[in-house]
């Protein structure tokens, strides 16, 4: 990055992972501010009590003062899920990111879940997306939506398809303390993961290169996700749930849907295109990793 560079983030929807990067940002010693969106009031109040500044939209109408926010940004992430009809940001924001005179950067977080079902086999982003439940096929949407407008506006857009996130106060650990834990057992089936600080870290880097492109961000090993918690579970000394058959599990349906898509997702792209191996490569070492930083 040129000297003198600065930096100016703006985040649709402040959760777990926004909040990482945001913080990978400002280690990066790039970031000159941090802004970005939370649903509630309350939410955006804590945060902003915490340092970064939020402001409110709930993707129903317009953010009062996300405009304003936008003006100045120089680098913007969406990690907003679309609704029925589309992207909530570029409906409600859409003319205002038109008007940010210093916008040099897009970033949409997408998910896995746009490939579909492989039945287990190995795959990368010259795969077909064949979405297999409703939350997918609208990420489908979003993405062509963000490609068609980061064209338009003749800006760089990087879309991370994101596998399954976890981290400190999200992972098996915190299912096994509480009593939720269950080692769901479907033959065959395998999932990837992704630490919420290989997240971080590749946010931001990708930002401070202008990366451009669709990049799977996932874990270096697949693993069936009853192997994750009995694996958790011996770390904490813990007696791991018994097994459940997937056919008589109980689950929510959106559960399982989770588990119609069954797949490897390869990596290799967002690697070679940062020169990095991931922080976390695997469970074991993300979760060795979350109960360190415990103790």
Known sequence: MERGYLMRSFFFGLGFSSQASVEALRKSGELVSALGTVRTTDKAERLTREGIKTVVFDGSAPGPEVAEGLRNSSHVIVSIAPDAEGDLVLR????????????????????????GDFDGAWIDETAPLVPRNMRSDLRVVAENQWRDYAQRRGVPLCILRLAGIYGPGRSGFDKLRNGTAQRIVKPGQVFNR??????????????????????????????????????????????????????????????????????????????????????????????????????
Not at 95 to 109: G, K
Request: glycine share 6%.
């Open 92 to 115: 409600h924001h859409g003319a205002d990111l038109d008007a940010a005179p210093e916008l040099e950067w897009l970033c949409y977080y997408s998910t896995v879940g746009v490939y």
């Open 194 to 295: 992704i630490h919420v600080a290989d997240i971080a870290r590749v946010t931001a880097l990708a930002a401070e290169r202008r990366l451009a492109g669709v990049y799977n961000l996932s874990d270096d090993e697949p693993a069936p996700p009853q192997d994750v918690i009995a694996h958790a579970a011996g770390l904490i000394g813990m007696e791991a749930p018994p097994d459940l058959p997937f056919a008589t599990a109980q689950m929510s349906a959106m559960q399982k849907s989770f588990y119609r898509d069954n797949k490897r997702v390869s990596n290799a792209a967002i690697k070679s295109a940062l020169g990095i191996e991931l922080l976390h490569p695997s469970y074991r070492h993300g979760l060795a990793a979350i109960l360190e930083s415990e103790q």
